[in-house]
């Protein structure tokens, strides 16, 4: 089974300060990760995903986030915050079930910038 | 390509009611998945189609099915309607063949009074 759990359901930062959004997770199996993106009345949008391979994942609009298997982490940072970073930001785990996906996600986090 | 389009966007039932929400995935997704997105529970997996048979479901009551049809877009149904039904159905697709990303669509905003 896999959960998910995103620290600080609220984040403040100003705008040209580093953001970081954490993330840890749960799962029996090898996970695939992701950060997604929501802003008011639209659906998600994928910032970065990691699948394989290298820890460290670069996204979208300049965010990365690594991973860390020993810390169970994942981690989304971005060196400087800027106005239209915010919006809500959502963490999920995934594994293979029976052919498919099951993707569960942390509850979010939204992310204010202020000027 | 065309992303994810859901219709309708905005939806008011009242309770006891049923509703019916469609999804058209990205061209030449196989695979569909609904979500419903509340303030109090977040996000949460409702089912996947795969060509047209259910492949993961979650905890949700029978009130709530769906079916996918042979072209992939999908439907979903809610069945006598409660008030704490309403919520946002995020609807996903995924090529599903390997690729492990969701592409979602904007959603469909049900208020159920």
């Known amino acids: 089974a896999q959960s998910v759990t995103q620290l600080g359901s609220h984040v403040s930062v100003s705008e040209g300060a580093l953001v970081l959004l954490r993330c840890n997770y749960s799962?029996?199996?090898?996970?695939?990760l992701f950060w997604y993106v929501q802003y008011p009345n639209q659906g998600l949008q994928l910032l970065l995903k990691?699948?394989?391979?290298?820890?460290l994942v670069k996204g979208i609009n300049g965010f990365e986030a690594e991973f860390k298997k020993s810390e169970t982490s994942f981690h989304l940072t971005k060196p400087s915050a800027h106005m239209s970073d915010a919006a809500e930001y959502f963490c999920?785990?995934?594994?293979?079930?029976?052919?498919?996906?099951?993707?569960?996600f942390g509850a979010g986090t939204r992310l204010f910038v202020k000027a | 390509k065309a992303g994810v389009t859901q219709t309708p966007r905005y939806l008011i039932k009242t309770r006891g009611q049923q509703v019916t929400l469609s999804c058209s995935p990205i061209?030449?997704?196989?695979?569909v998945s609904w979500y419903q997105q509340t303030p109090g529970q977040g996000l949460q997996f409702l089912f996947e189609?795969?060509?047209?048979?259910?492949?993961n479901k979650g905890n949700f009551p029978g009130r709530f099915s769906g079916r996918q049809f042979s072209n992939s877009r999908s439907e979903m149904n809610v069945s006598t309607l409660e008030l704490g039904d309403s919520a946002l159905y995020l609807c996903?697709?995924?090529?599903?063949?390997?690729?492990?990303?969701?592409?979602f669509g904007p959603g469909t905003r049900l208020t159920v009074t």
């Open positions: 189609y795969f060509s047209e048979t259910q492949r």
């Open positions: 996903a697709s995924n090529p599903g063949q390997g690729v492990v990303e969701q592409y």
């Open positions: 799962s029996s199996v090898p996970p695939y």
């Open positions: 990691y699948t394989t391979g290298a820890t």
């Open positions: 061209s030449g997704h196989r695979s």
């Open positions: 999920a785990v995934s594994a293979s079930n029976t052919g498919g996906f099951k993707t569960i």
